[in-house]
């Protein structure tokens, strides 16, 4: 392939939002109830698309914002369960400051969910029990992976792993202390969805003082 310039000029990329709307008339009171419904219309949607698959943002050591895929792995009327490495780099980030920022773009249905939260562990018992449903395979990758430190190659890894398989043949895979899962508690959620002319709707549901959700309409 010939190599290109590196300036691109993406001015005339353009689509047209024109699926569907997103009216006070037709919500609930609570943004998980809605949150629920989305998530249930994107799976029977057709979409072959990682439904789960969320972006999470935090603030670095370093003072940077970061922003990554991770998956998201239940919902429940208290939030948004994740499962990580605590020793890497975003777990570090979350244990200094808890503030993040989820977000889930469906453009199947072009439709994006925005949320503001923070972040804690969750009990062992939950993520020993998550960590036993995985196969095999990941739950040694969790252990061989000291993720986000800097290693020497990718054979470096890939030996690693070979021995932790023969090492635990048969035997039970215990889950690593520095791993396990993230419940996110939201304070706010946005929904987005896209319309035609750039009008799109936003709605944004905030906890109040008194633990209700006040809900306003954003300009697009």
Known sequence: MPPRKMHEDLGNYRKIYQKEQLLESGIPDNPMELFQHWFYEIEASGSTDEH?????????????????????????AEGFIFYTNYESEKGKAIAADPRVCLSFFWPYLERQVIIKGSAERIALNLSDGYFESRPDGSKLGAIVSRQSEVVPSREYLEEALQDLEREYEGREIPRPEYWGGFLVRPQSL?????????????????????WNWNIERLAP
């Not at 946005?190 to 709707?201: M, S, V, Y």
């Not at 549901?205 to 008194?210: I, K, N």
């Open 52 to 76: 789960n698959a969320m972006t999470i943002a935090t603030k670095g050591l370093d003072g940077f914002p970061k922003s990554r895929v991770v998956l998201l792995k239940q919902f429940t």
């Open 190 to 210: 946005e929904f987005w969805q896209g319309r035609p002319n750039r009008l799109h709707d936003r709605i944004r549901y905030t906890l109040g003082a008194d």
